[in-house]
């Protein structure tokens, strides 16, 4: 989970009204997923959570809808749609009896988890065996995990995903906030070097005040590495999701409108619902303490189109990123265009748009045409259908 660093307003929860007949349809295109805030009590103090914006964090920790009431809102509003359920928090296993209910409830749907990893080895194997993908929330190395998370966590993670790796049915997949300058090439490598348990890797920029030209430049040397290794084979991937799915998006534009609807790669425009343990649906996890956002409700079965949408103050039509990025986070596009935060966009948003924009730039010093002319047939299917894309943002 991302910071937010400015709280805009206390956390305060309202009923809404369903939308009115002929608005804009909820979910664009043919997937839905399904966030599922199992409880938002966590076990961990991360110094950046984002849900400690609004005070979030920790408000609510009982469902209080039934798996009945859940059945029924998926059959009004999602039916026919390819629905995968991701279980999120605070730390969803937590709540284990919801998590395991759901995966009885609907056999047919597709399930990842976004975790700390601290309780991953207290899920039965049956469990383990049914998810997608695992995301599991690393911050690099582990000087740099354990300062934002605490003292020992790092190797306690990583000895439980030594022991659940052989019972996980799907990937596992290095969740990265990229909040410190110091992150080094290395230690990122080394979570996808041949003894790590990780699939993959992929890392999101914190949305904190933490980039200062220093920042950036540092930043900017350890992408300059990353895409040199990228780009150093041709028989495997690489398999560093950011910059996968900005090379399939460059070679390969059809793919993201496809997969997206030529809508924004950041989930929360098009077909991502968190559902919070009351029953409420926001379109982003790190928005819910706002009471604007929301966009419907399990209990009282109705849903209406994200708010969340991209609008004429928002420049990223006119940028030389836009063909490849389709955009990128919404919140942060949100607070510092729409809502015309000048702080928050000159130190957190411009900053982070110029850091994508240097990753296309060296990506195509690269030459990346040719280089998927050399590579495998292997290689190639991975780059262009790697089925993480759906459940991460391609874009950091």
């Given at each position: 989970?991302?910071?937010?660093?400015?709280?805009?307003?206390?956390?305060?929860?309202?009923?809404?009204?369903?939308?009115?007949?002929?608005?804009?349809?909820?979910?664009?295109?043919?997937?839905?997923?399904?966030?599922?805030?199992?409880?938002?009590?966590?076990?961990?103090?991360?110094?950046?959570?984002?849900?400690?914006?609004?005070?979030?964090?920790?408000?609510?920790?009982?469902?209080q809808y039934d798996?009945?009431?859940?059945?029924?809102?998926?059959?009004?509003?999602?039916?026919?749609?390819?629905?995968?359920?991701?279980?999120?928090?605070?730390?969803?296993?937590?709540?284990?009896?919801?998590?395991?209910?759901?995966?009885?409830?609907?056999?047919?749907?597709?399930?990842?988890?976004?975790?700390?990893?601290?309780?991953?080895?207290?899920?039965?194997?049956?469990?383990?065996?049914?998810?997608?993908?695992?995301?599991?929330?690393?911050?690099?190395?582990?000087?740099?995990?354990?300062?934002?998370?605490?003292?020992?966590?790092?190797?306690?993670?990583?000895?439980?995903?030594?022991?659940?790796?052989?019972?996980?049915?799907?990937?596992?997949?290095?969740?990265?906030?990229?909040?410190?300058?110091?992150?080094?090439?290395?230690?990122?490598?080394?979570?996808?070097?041949?003894?790590?348990?990780?699939?993959?890797?992929?890392?999101?920029?914190?949305?904190?005040?933490?980039?200062?030209?220093?920042?950036?430049?540092?930043?900017?040397?350890?992408?300059?590495?990353?895409?040199?290794?990228?780009?150093?084979?041709?028989?495997?991937?690489?398999?560093?999701?950011?910059?996968?799915?900005?090379?399939?998006?460059?070679?390969?534009?059809?793919?993201?409108?496809?997969?997206?609807?030529?809508?924004?790669?950041?989930?929360?425009?098009?077909?991502?619902?968190?559902?919070?343990?009351?029953?409420?649906?926001?379109?982003?996890?790190?928005?819910?303490?706002?009471?604007?956002?929301?966009?419907?409700?399990?209990?009282?079965?109705?849903?209406?189109?994200?708010?969340?949408?991209?609008?004429?103050?928002m420049p990223c039509?006119?940028?030389?990123a836009y063909s490849?990025?389709?955009?990128?986070?919404?919140?942060?596009?949100?607070?510092?265009?729409?809502?015309?935060?000048?702080?928050?966009?000159?130190?957190?948003?411009?900053?982070?748009?110029?850091?994508?924009?240097?990753?296309?730039?060296?990506?195509?010093?690269?030459?990346?045409?040719?280089?998927?002319?050399?590579?495998?047939?292997?290689?190639?299917?991975?780059?262009?259908?790697?089925?993480?894309?759906?459940?991460?943002?391609?874009?950091?």
């Amino acid at each position: 989970m991302i910071a937010s660093p400015l709280p805009l307003a206390p956390v305060h929860f309202h009923d809404s009204c369903p939308p009115k007949a002929g608005a804009e349809p909820p979910i664009v295109g043919a997937r839905a997923e399904l966030q599922l805030l199992t409880t938002l009590k966590c076990n961990l103090k991360c110094t950046y959570c984002s849900l400690g914006v609004g005070e979030v964090l920790g408000s609510q920790t009982e469902i209080q809808y039934d798996i009945e009431q859940l059945a029924a809102f998926v059959d009004a509003h999602l039916a026919g749609k390819d629905v995968y359920i991701t279980f999120y928090g605070g730390e969803p296993t937590l709540n284990q009896p919801l998590m395991l209910e759901a995966m009885r409830r609907f056999p047919s749907f597709r399930f990842q988890l976004q975790t700390n990893g601290t309780l991953l080895d207290d899920m039965p194997a049956w469990a383990l065996a049914r998810l997608s993908n695992v995301l599991v929330s690393i911050d690099g190395g582990e000087a740099i995990t354990d300062g934002y998370r605490g003292r020992g966590i790092y190797r306690q993670v990583m000895r439980n995903l030594a022991k659940v790796r052989p019972l996980l049915g799907g990937t596992l997949t290095a969740r990265v906030t990229w909040g410190n300058p110091d992150t080094s090439f290395e230690e990122l490598d080394q979570l996808l070097a041949e003894d790590s348990p990780f699939d993959y890797l992929y890392w999101q920029f914190v949305a904190d005040e933490m980039y200062g030209q220093a920042s950036l430049d540092q930043r900017k040397a350890v992408l300059r590495q990353l895409i040199a290794r990228f780009f150093a084979a041709t028989d495997r991937l690489y398999p560093l999701i950011p910059l996968m799915g900005i090379v399939r998006n460059k070679l390969f534009p059809d793919r993201a409108q496809e997969l997206y609807a030529g809508r924004t790669q950041c989930r929360v425009s098009t077909h991502l619902l968190n559902v919070m343990p009351s029953g409420e649906i926001y379109p982003c996890p790190d928005m819910m303490y706002l009471p604007q956002m929301k966009m419907g409700d399990v209990k009282g079965n109705w849903l209406r189109a994200s708010p969340l949408q991209a609008t004429p103050a928002m420049p990223c039509p006119g940028c030389e990123a836009y063909s490849w990025c389709r955009g990128n986070c919404m919140k942060n596009l949100y607070l510092g265009y729409e809502k015309n935060d000048a702080r928050y966009r000159q130190n957190v948003v411009e900053p982070i748009c110029e850091l994508l924009c240097f990753i296309g730039q060296e990506i195509d010093r690269h030459g990346p045409q040719a280089w998927f002319e050399r590579a495998s047939l292997a290689a190639r299917k991975q780059l262009r259908d790697c089925e993480v894309y759906e459940y991460v943002e391609i874009m950091p």
